[in-house]
């Protein structure tokens, strides 16, 4: 017992812990200050993700990060001490030799994960939220066969009768904030994009039939934007706050590629008629066409104006509709008669009515014969695409539509936005016909239908 007690001392004056290193306690916070600005999923230096153990386990371009239990064969190791070069971290002082001894000793112990079931990423809700007033409504869209309408709610999708008479389904999920849904062509499968700002993007896929996730896929460190299915409902392409365009095949949930041709946010996209080119579009002005496969720049849509925001397909051809902060919306064809790499309006096809404010909604009716232009103004205004002629009016009492979808049939319009209220309106006359909350309210707190 003697010689017991003197070992304990001297390793306690030697500075010696017999605890276990914790990843959570001890490592999290070194790799948070000095490493997750290099290795983080909006940039991953070396195809490495160090923003969480799993990302940490996953490793990066060249292989694992670590061997449990093998500290000096682990590259987590010997790229922190020198014995693989470059040293990390990368263009900064190393890190002390007290913390480079943490991370040895966590892989020689085994390289356990202890993070805390609390703290393990963003969490999908057990119960369906409750709601004193409805949020913004940012994302909605009818099924293929015209008897669902799914909506895009707080950390949820709810799928109603199309009509809004009735809530079918309730897919709960983890993104604060849905910023597009849409129907596979066969309606078998939704898929959802958003995310939780300055947290993480998603991808959702859900199976109907089964109403389970089938997909949930991080792709930023911030949330997405976009979310057009490509024409055979393979592929999902989205923008995002990291200036980059991705497209995920949706069985997968792999990434097929990532381009980075835009300069600031990415903030709608779209795909072409047979699904082989991308157009995107966001905040440095540009509509710009890529390879749908590789992701490699074909050339600008577009001449340069103002920010854009938002963009559309006809349905039965090449042609893109875009709109944003100058108020005007443009139709151009996605070729011109031969590939310039500039940005000028040799593909415009027509320009119409500019609107009292900026543009955040743009719709096709199925047929292409309507167009629908709404945004922060009061008023979506509806055009006939061929000749440009504004054929109605319909008035939002709230203002900000940011939501606009024709139904298969193209006798009405559904419109949504700042007030959280959906409204439908008939397409001949611009009369509003319905108005409903697309969310259960408290009760008390519910505004009658109209």
């Known amino acids: ?8 001392l001297f390793a306690l004056g030697m500075g010696v812990s017999s605890a276990q290193v914790s990843y959570y306690n001890d ?11 290099c290795h983080q999923p909006a940039g991953k230096m070396g195809g490495l993700d160090l923003t969480s153990y799993e990302a940490i386990t996953a490793g990066g371009n060249k292989g694992p990060s670590f061997v449990a239990g093998a500290a000096e064969e682990s590259r987590l190791v010997t790229l922190l001490t020198g014995a693989g070069e470059p040293r990390m971290p990368f263009g900064q002082d190393p890190l002390a030799d007290s913390e480079i001894d943490l991370f040895r000793r966590w892989v020689s112990e085994g390289a356990k994960d202890d993070t805390p079931e609390s703290a393990r990423g963003p969490q999908v ?19 293929p066969d015209g008897k669902l309408l799914a909506v895009g709610g707080y950390r949820e999708i709810l799928l109603h009768k199309a009509d809004g008479s009735k809530i079918e389904t309730r897919l709960l999920g983890r993104s604060d904030r849905i910023h597009s849904v849409a129907f596979t062509p066969d309606g078998t499968k939704l898929v959802a994009v958003g995310g939780t700002p300055g947290r993480f993007g998603e991808v959702q896929v859900w199976d109907l039939a089964s109403k389970t996730q089938l997909h949930s896929v991080m792709a930023t460190a911030d949330t997405l934007f976009g979310g057009a299915l490509s ?5 999902v392409v989205v923008g995002g706050a990291d200036n980059r365009v991705r497209v995920i095949e949706i069985a997968t949930g792999k990434e097929l590629f990532k381009a980075g041709h835009h300069e600031d946010w990415v903030l709608d996209a779209i795909f072409g008629i047979d699904g082989k080119r991308v157009v995107t579009v966001g905040r ?18 577009n001449f340069l104006r103002d920010e854009l925001y938002v963009i559309a397909r006809h349905p039965r051809r ?13 139709l151009y064809m996605m070729d011109r008669p031969r590939a310039l790499k500039i940005a000028d309006d040799s593909t415009l096809v027509r320009k119409f009515d500019e609107q009292e404010d900026a543009i955040h909604a743009l719709a096709f009716s199925q047929d292409g014969s309507r167009i629908a232009v709404g945004g922060i103004a009061e008023f979506v205004n509806i055009y006939d695409t061929e000749s440009g002629e504004r054929v109605a009016s319909c008035k939002l009492p709230a203002g900000g539509a940011f939501v606009l979808e024709f139904p298969p049939d193209g006798r009405q319009l559904l419109a949504g936005g700042f007030d959280g209220l959906l409204r439908v309106f008939d397409v001949a006359s611009g009369k509003q016909v319905k108005e409903f909350s697309p969310v259960p309210l408290e009760k008390g707190r519910l505004r009658s239908a109209r």
């Open 1 to 8: 017992m003697k010689y017991c007690g003197l070992v304990l």
């Open 27 to 37: 490592l999290r916070p070194v790799v948070e200050r000095s490493c997750q600005g």
């Open 125 to 143: 809700p057990s119960e369906p939220p409750t709601y004193d007033q409805p949020p913004v409504l940012t994302a909605a869209a009818f099924s």
């Open 231 to 235: 024409p055979d409902g393979t592929h």
């Open 284 to 301: 440095d002005r540009a509509a710009k066409l890529a390879d749908a496969q590789t992701g490699a720049f074909l050339e600008n849509v």
């Open 318 to 330: 090449d042609y893109v509709l875009i709109g944003g902060a100058d108020r005007v919306p443009y």
